[in-house]
């Protein structure tokens, strides 16, 4: 009869022991910065002239380490946007942003931390740096560029994919 509900509807503990609940996972975003921000126009510098219709390129590199002080990451994001004209591939503008930010994380198990940086930190971070990206084309001379969403976790599954292909191809040379 220990199986029964109580009056809150919950089990009723069958031997006076109750189990810890586990605790969410919890972040908070202690600061965000701009590292490192570089903005080229070469269309300007070079004069390129004419009907231009851009084909805008955008690399995704994610970086996170921890802090000397205890739960505490920094997370940086690095965006290369480079856009070209379509037809010459004459360059018009290159852009490189990276943009951290510092957590504070508590309630992620161990082998759950590598992924929890690199998909849920950028993904707090991202907005921020869609709008950087904005404003800086635009008062670059271009119009205002908005960045399509990053999938996170698919950047991360391919990022796993290559580091393994890396290990695989390192030890297939040492083998030899």
Excluded: W
Excluded at 98 to 108: K, L, S
Excluded at 114 to 138: A, G, K, W
């Amino acid at each position: 009869m220990s199986d029964q509900p109580n009056e809150t509807g919950a089990p009723a503990a069958g031997d006076g022991q109750t189990q810890p609940q586990p605790q969410p996972p919890q972040m908070r975003v202690l600061g965000q910065f701009i590292r490192d921000l570089s903005f080229e126009n070469v269309v300007v510098q070079k004069g390129i002239s004419g009907e231009l219709q851009p084909d805008v390129q955008v690399q995704v590199n994610l970086d996170a380490k921890k802090r000397s002080t205890e739960n505490q990451y920094e997370v940086i994001t690095k965006f290369k946007v480079e856009s070209k004209s379509k037809g010459t591939d004459s360059v018009l503008f290159l852009l490189e942003l990276e943009y951290g930010g510092i957590f504070h994380i508590e309630n992620v198990p161990e082998e759950q931390l590598h992924p929890f940086l690199l998909i849920e930190c950028p993904r707090m971070l991202f907005p921020f740096v869609r709008r950087i990206v904005s404003d800086v084309t635009r008062d670059g001379g271009f119009p205002p560029l908005n960045l399509d969403n990053v999938d996170f976790v698919a950047l991360y599954r391919q990022e796993l994919i290559r580091r393994a292909q890396a290990e695989q191809a390192a030890k297939a040379k040492a083998d030899a």
